[in-house]
């Protein structure tokens, strides 16, 4: 390979993207890392810039002074590379040597905290180990009981059940199953069970006492999402009167103290870890753009590191990973690099059938590139990873009590997380981390550890799901780290305007009802009301679009215009939503054809994956009782006016009206200036619509309104009654004339 190949875009280049990406409105607090905005956005507004001009070679400058120590048996037993049958696969792995001891310390204890390096076999081998005890039957009436296992991450839940169906020989979604949203591969067979918390969680609703289960593991728990959060407390309580549950909480190596006391001192089951030193890079000075450094991060890599040796990238979301790997695509086949570099991907959302990708071996003289979201981090391990590049981001829902709002943020990872990350690099022999960032940014801008989830999202869903549970009194439940009371009263104000409670705080019909579908409280909202209109049919479509995080549009490089255009003509004029439904039925109406995606620049997966959303709602809806789901309208009102009255009747909070200056829109209770995200189809309308509801909120240099529509200030009345004061709503009457 000639270097000469191989480059950074000009300075020059850089220089443009940075001012034409309003330098001045960066997030404060993110300048020394060089806060850039989310490749969508970066796709739609700099897409001139977005290209890579690959005619210089300008490697990037790293300070190499630091090396994560490794384990200190690691010479006991080096890691074997080429493992034959499963079985020796399974006896390499550091957990077998424990297999007797664990399986003692469940037997003697009902709570065990395992603790153990990723990659050592907790998640795959332990309830294995569990069946092969006996522990599928109960001891007394030998009836049949499931060993759970739960992960924060679908693809983690599906990828492990799949690989432990494979160990034992036996099909996927009987005798090991997985259940995530949207999708149970379970049966009644189902003996080993891996879920996502928010499925165990949900379990609590119909299944107070989990008695289905003799086992339960939560996994990951290091991570502290809100729902194994939520988990532990409920079992915590279970498990008192539950003598014969099992409850394993397995754990990378932080934070394992902190459940020991969670559980009145429960052991703390450690299996030594195998982990190679890793030497640490940091950039010397920062990186403009962290995307543009980590891509010719690879090329340096790949041009000066022996083969074999896989690079893992971090990133932050699907969206990202995406664009990153049609730039790389795109530079590999400009540099004829297809022979020599392979290019995966892995997030939460990624269709299963591209799963099983990521863990084939890679071929001799070859390096796979492996694009990952932080789920490569703890839950998932890929074996022949040597080098990994570290952008130190990662993407994060943050929800600010005070003013109620909610937005998906990208902020620097905590120290931890970024440890996490430069282990992975030293599975098979000593390995090597490049961080995008400076010694100096490590250690004086990212956290010690990551913030539990429950002290930075908004719990109107846990709380109504805790009530539906009847725990009344929140203020006293025994959190692992109590939320504020701010949060829990602003859930507790939003469930009782969206009608889910009553004045006393009780839950009523209608939060009822709210509880049955995973969904936020808001979408479950506008569920009902749709339903009481007459237009589920077009409400469902809309809300499993909306609950579908991946990219749906492409733009092939030489085709950027046309692919615009495509998507410029299924605008509806009143706004996103009804944009949304456009698409999705003309795709049906053309008979879900893979076809007519490609001719119109849409992502297939993401089509594919809104359709199996909506006919797992659309049969909870029979479930529960409701007729309609696929009713065509009959009314005589204007169908489409219909339909938006029943987004607002759940989404009334995320209301904004224009600015006095016209310059942005802002909330109606509070005054924080927010923006028109570049991809809606109400960028740039003119006039600007006064009046307008938002889907999501994305905060780069701004507050960004994604997924946004036309609203009319009667609805807002009408639904939002219990929520806005007089005073809120005052703007509405010269509005009406
Ligand atoms: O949970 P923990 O991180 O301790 O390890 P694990 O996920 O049980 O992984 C143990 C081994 O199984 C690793 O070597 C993985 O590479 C392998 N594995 C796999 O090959 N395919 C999967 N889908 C999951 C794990
Ligand atoms: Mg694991």
């Given at each position: 390979?000639?270097?000469?190949?191989?480059?950074?875009?000009?300075?020059?280049?850089?220089?443009?993207?940075d001012?034409?990406?309003?330098?001045?409105?960066?997030?404060?607090?993110?300048?020394?890392?060089?806060?850039v905005?989310?490749?969508?956005?970066?796709?739609?507004?700099?897409?001139?810039?977005?290209?890579?001009?690959?005619?210089?070679?300008?490697?990037?400058?790293?300070?190499?002074?630091?090396?994560?120590?490794?384990?200190?048996?690691?010479?006991?037993?080096?890691?074997?590379?080429?493992l034959?049958?499963?079985k020796?696969?399974?006896?390499?792995?550091?957990?077998?040597?424990?297999?007797?001891?664990?399986?003692?310390?469940?037997?003697?204890?009902?709570?065990?905290?395992?603790?153990?390096?990723?990659?050592?076999?907790?998640?795959?081998q332990?309830?294995?180990?569990?069946?092969?005890?006996?522990?599928?039957?109960?001891?007394?009436?030998?009836?049949?009981?499931i060993?759970?296992?739960?992960?924060?991450?679908?693809?983690?839940?599906?990828?492990?059940?799949?690989?432990?169906a494979?160990?034992?020989?036996?099909?996927?979604?009987?005798?090991?199953?997985y259940?995530?949203?949207?999708?149970?591969?379970?049966?009644?067979?189902t003996?080993?069970?891996?879920?996502?918390?928010?499925?165990?969680?949900?379990?609590?609703?119909?299944?107070?006492?989990?008695?289905?289960?003799?086992?339960?593991m939560?996994?990951?728990?290091?991570e502290?999402?809100?729902?194994?959060?939520?988990?532990?407390?409920?079992?915590?309580d279970?498990?008192?009167?539950?003598?014969?549950?099992?409850?394993?909480i397995?754990?990378a190596?932080?934070?394992?103290?902190?459940?020991?006391?969670?559980?009145?001192?429960?052991?703390?089951?450690?299996?030594?870890?195998?982990?190679?030193?890793v030497?640490?890079?940091?950039?010397?000075?920062?990186?403009?753009?962290?995307?543009q450094?980590?891509?010719?991060?690879?090329?340096?890599?790949?041009?000066?590191?022996?083969?074999?040796?896989?690079?893992?990238?971090?990133?932050?979301?699907?969206?990202?990973?995406?664009?990153?790997?049609?730039?790389?695509?795109?530079?590999?086949?400009?540099?004829?690099?297809?022979?020599?570099?392979?290019?995966?991907?892995?997030?939460?959302?990624?269709?299963?059938?591209?799963?099983?990708?990521?863990?084939?071996?890679?071929?001799p003289?070859?390096?796979?590139?492996?694009?990952?979201?932080?789920?490569?981090?703890?839950?998932i391990?890929i074996?022949?990873?040597?080098?990994?590049?570290?952008?130190?981001?990662?993407?994060?829902?943050?929800?600010?009590?005070?003013?109620?709002?909610?937005s998906?943020?990208?902020?620097?990872?905590?120290?931890?997380?970024?440890?996490?990350?430069?282990?992975?690099?030293?599975?098979?022999?000593?390995?090597?981390?490049?961080?995008?960032?400076?010694?100096?940014?490590?250690?004086?801008?990212?956290?010690?550890?990551?913030?539990?989830?429950?002290?930075?999202?908004?719990?109107?869903?846990?709380?109504?799901l805790?009530?539906?549970?009847?725990?009344n009194?929140l203020?006293?439940?025994?959190?692992?780290?109590?939320?504020?009371?701010?949060?829990?009263i602003?859930?507790?104000?939003?469930?009782y305007?969206?009608?889910?409670?009553?004045?006393?705080?009780?839950?009523?019909?209608?939060?009822?009802?709210m509880?049955?579908?995973?969904?936020?409280?808001?979408?479950?909202?506008?569920?009902?009301?749709?339903?009481?209109?007459?237009?589920?049919?077009?409400?469902?479509?809309?809300?499993s679009?909306?609950?579908?995080?991946?990219?749906?549009?492409?733009?092939?490089?030489?085709?950027?215009e046309?692919?615009?255009?495509?998507?410029?003509?299924?605008?509806e004029?009143?706004?996103?939503?009804?944009?949304?439904l456009?698409?999705?039925d003309t795709?049906?109406?053309?008979?879900?054809?893979?076809?007519?995606?490609?001719?119109?620049?849409?992502?297939?997966?993401?089509l594919?994956?809104?359709?199996?959303?909506?006919?797992?709602l659309?049969?909870?809806?029979?479930?529960?009782?409701?007729?309609?789901?696929?009713?065509?309208?009959?009314?005589?009102?204007?169908?489409?006016?219909?339909?938006?009255?029943?987004?607002?009747?759940?989404?009334?909070?995320?209301?904004?009206?224009?600015?006095?200056?016209?310059?942005?829109?802002?909330?109606?209770?509070?005054?924080?200036?927010l923006f028109?995200?570049p991809s809606?189809?109400?960028?740039?309308?003119?006039?600007?619509?006064?009046?307008?509801?938002?889907h999501?909120?994305v905060?780069?240099?701004?507050?960004?309104?994604?997924?946004?529509?036309?609203?009319?200030p009667?609805?807002?009345?009408?639904?939002?009654?219990?929520?806005?004061?007089?005073?809120?709503?005052?703007?509405?009457?010269?509005?009406r004339?």
């Amino acid at each position: 390979l000639k270097p000469t190949y191989a480059s950074a875009p000009p300075s020059e280049n850089r220089q443009r993207y940075d001012n034409k990406w309003e330098q001045d409105q960066l997030v404060k607090g993110k300048d020394q890392l060089n806060f850039v905005p989310s490749m969508d956005e970066m796709a739609v507004v700099n897409k001139d810039n977005y290209e890579y001009v690959f005619d210089e070679l300008q490697f990037i400058d790293f300070d190499t002074d630091e090396t994560l120590e490794g384990d200190d048996n690691i010479n006991d037993d080096s890691v074997q590379l080429k493992l034959n049958s499963i079985k020796e696969t399974k006896e390499s792995l550091p957990v077998f040597k424990y297999r007797t001891e664990f399986l003692k310390a469940v037997e003697d204890n009902q709570v065990v905290i395992i603790v153990g390096e990723t990659g050592s076999g907790k998640t795959t081998q332990l309830p294995q180990y569990l069946y092969e005890a006996g522990y599928s039957k109960d001891k007394i009436t030998g009836k049949p009981k499931i060993i759970a296992c739960t992960q924060p991450r679908r693809v983690a839940a599906m990828s492990v059940a799949k690989r432990v169906a494979q160990e034992m020989d036996v099909p996927l979604g009987k005798k090991v199953g997985y259940t995530i949203r949207f999708e149970d591969n379970t049966n009644e067979q189902t003996i080993i069970k891996y879920m996502t918390d928010g499925m165990l969680l949900r379990e609590f609703l119909t299944n107070p006492e989990l008695d289905k289960y003799s086992c339960i593991m939560i996994d990951e728990a290091h991570e502290r999402t809100l729902s194994t959060e939520i988990i532990l407390s409920l079992l915590k309580d279970i498990i008192l009167h539950r003598k014969d549950l099992k409850l394993l909480i397995a754990s990378a190596t932080i934070n394992a103290d902190k459940f020991s006391t969670f559980f009145n001192g429960a052991p703390i089951f450690s299996i030594p870890g195998r982990r190679f030193p890793v030497d640490i890079h940091y950039t010397k000075n920062p990186e403009a753009n962290y995307v543009q450094a980590a891509i010719t991060t690879i090329f340096q890599i790949h041009t000066t590191q022996e083969l074999p040796g896989d690079i893992l990238v971090f990133l932050t979301g699907q969206d990202e990973i995406e664009l990153m790997e049609l730039s790389l695509q795109e530079a590999i086949s400009d540099l004829k690099l297809q022979n020599q570099l392979l290019v995966n991907s892995i997030y939460a959302n990624l269709p299963a059938e591209l799963q099983a990708r990521i863990f084939e071996p890679t071929p001799p003289n070859c390096r796979k590139i492996i694009l990952a979201t932080n789920i490569a981090e703890t839950s998932i391990t890929i074996d022949g990873i040597k080098f990994v590049i570290d952008p130190g981001y990662v993407k994060q829902n943050v929800y600010n009590p005070v003013t109620g709002m909610e937005s998906l943020v990208v902020v620097p990872c905590s120290r931890a997380s970024a440890n996490q990350r430069a282990g992975r690099a030293g599975r098979l022999g000593p390995g090597k981390c490049f961080r995008m960032y400076t010694k100096w940014s490590f250690y004086n801008e990212l956290d010690l550890n990551p913030v539990p989830e429950i002290l930075r999202v908004n719990l109107t869903g846990v709380v109504l799901l805790l009530l539906s549970l009847g725990v009344n009194d929140l203020l006293h439940f025994d959190f692992m780290d109590p939320p504020s009371t701010d949060s829990i009263i602003k859930s507790l104000e939003l469930l009782y305007s969206l009608g889910a409670l009553n004045s006393k705080g009780q839950l009523t019909k209608t939060g009822r009802i709210m509880v049955l579908f995973p969904l936020d409280a808001m979408f479950s909202k506008s569920l009902i009301t749709s339903l009481k209109l007459g237009v589920l049919h077009d409400t469902l479509s809309i809300l499993s679009m909306l609950s579908e995080s991946g990219n749906l549009f492409y733009r092939p490089k030489d085709k950027r215009e046309q692919a615009d255009k495509t998507r410029g003509a299924f605008s509806e004029e009143s706004g996103d939503h009804l944009t949304l439904l456009n698409i999705y039925d003309t795709w049906v109406n053309n008979g879900y054809s893979v076809q007519w995606c490609e001719d119109n620049f849409v992502q297939y997966k993401t089509l594919k994956r809104v359709r199996d959303i909506r006919n797992q709602l659309s049969s909870l809806c029979d479930k529960v009782g409701f007729k309609g789901s696929c009713q065509k309208w009959e009314g005589k009102a204007d169908k489409n006016e219909v339909i938006l009255r029943a987004l607002v009747s759940g989404f009334f909070s995320n209301v904004v009206r224009l600015s006095k200056m016209g310059d942005c829109y802002r909330k109606l209770k509070r005054n924080q200036p927010l923006f028109l995200h570049p991809s809606s189809s109400m960028h740039n309308v003119k006039p600007p619509p006064k009046l307008l509801m938002y889907h999501e909120l994305v905060l780069t240099s701004k507050e960004f309104m994604r997924n946004v529509t036309r609203v009319k200030p009667e609805w807002v009345k009408e639904f939002g009654l219990h929520y806005f004061s007089s005073k809120d709503l005052e703007f509405m009457e010269p509005m009406r004339k």
